[in-house]
């Protein structure tokens, strides 16, 4: 079983719907939380980073972390056609060097 | 702006050549990733360097090898290309020895027939 499970998708939503992409964990140990956008053909750009439990916001985008749960989301309210790309999540710990552990991405399409 | 730059983004080899894939970050970051990714595996790691000179074995690094000469130049190596080899790899690199946010470069699609 992987660390690291993401729903997988494809997901695709009407411009301006709320959008939920969840991943769960395994290792108690994460302790970084992290979520990257990928667009087609090009590399992860980071978009969220938290730490720890708790919510964080950055404008359209609200990333939460329940580690009682182990569980991590990422929100987007009022999505864009420009949202579409595939989401990763990713988790680190200080005990494994910082190396990341990934989910296997979803896929956002945002119809106009 | 940061920038991490993989020199080739498309390559198409032929099974048993060997393949450099060269990235460069001007981050000054000590650490330095390559990555695999193909589609339903996600991202798997192949190897990392912490510092100039030192090598750490990922997930799956059987059939590659990697230098790190310089802080800022990270290489991956395919001795002999083979066709389970096509794939997107990506180099990314961070900062410090705790965990913190990888920036990756734009990838680099090989081919291998």
């Known amino acids: 079983q992987k660390e690291v499970e993401q729903d997988p998708g494809p997901l695709s939503v009407p411009e301006g719907a709320i959008v939920s992409l969840n991943c769960t964990y395994s290792?108690?140990?994460?302790?970084?939380f992290m979520w990257y956008r990928q667009y087609s053909r090009k590399g992860p750009e980071l978009l969220m980073y938290?730490?720890?439990?708790g919510n964080k916001e950055d404008g359209r985008f609200t990333a939460q972390v329940d580690k009682s749960s182990k569980y991590i989301s990422l929100f987007i309210r009022d999505s864009q056609p420009s949202d579409s790309a595939t989401y990763l999540c990713?988790?680190?710990?200080?005990?494994?060097?910082?190396?990341?552990?990934f989910g296997d991405g979803t896929t956002l399409t945002v119809k106009p | 702006d940061v920038k991490v730059t993989q020199s080739s983004r498309y390559l198409v080899k032929r099974t048993g050549e060997k393949v450099f894939l060269e990235c460069v970050q001007d981050?000054?970051?000590?650490?330095m990733f390559w990555y695999r990714q193909d589609p339903g595996l996600g991202l798997r790691l192949i190897y990392f360097?912490?510092?100039?000179?030192?090598?750490e074995k990922g997930d799956i690094p059987e059939g590659y090898s990697v230098s790190r000469e310089k802080k800022e130049r990270f290489s991956l190596i395919l001795e002999s290309a083979s066709t389970n080899q096509t794939s997107m790899y990506l180099c990314?690199?961070?900062?410090?020895?705790?965990?913190?946010?990888?920036?990756f470069g734009e990838g680099s699609r090989l081919t291998v027939l």
């Open positions: 990314a690199s961070k900062t410090g020895t705790g965990a913190s946010m990888l920036f």
């Open positions: 290792n108690s140990a994460f302790q970084y």
């Open positions: 938290t730490y720890s439990s």
């Open positions: 990713a988790m680190s710990s200080t005990t494994n060097a910082g190396k990341s552990t």
């Open positions: 981050m000054d970051h000590e650490n």
């Open positions: 360097s912490y510092d100039v000179k030192m090598k």
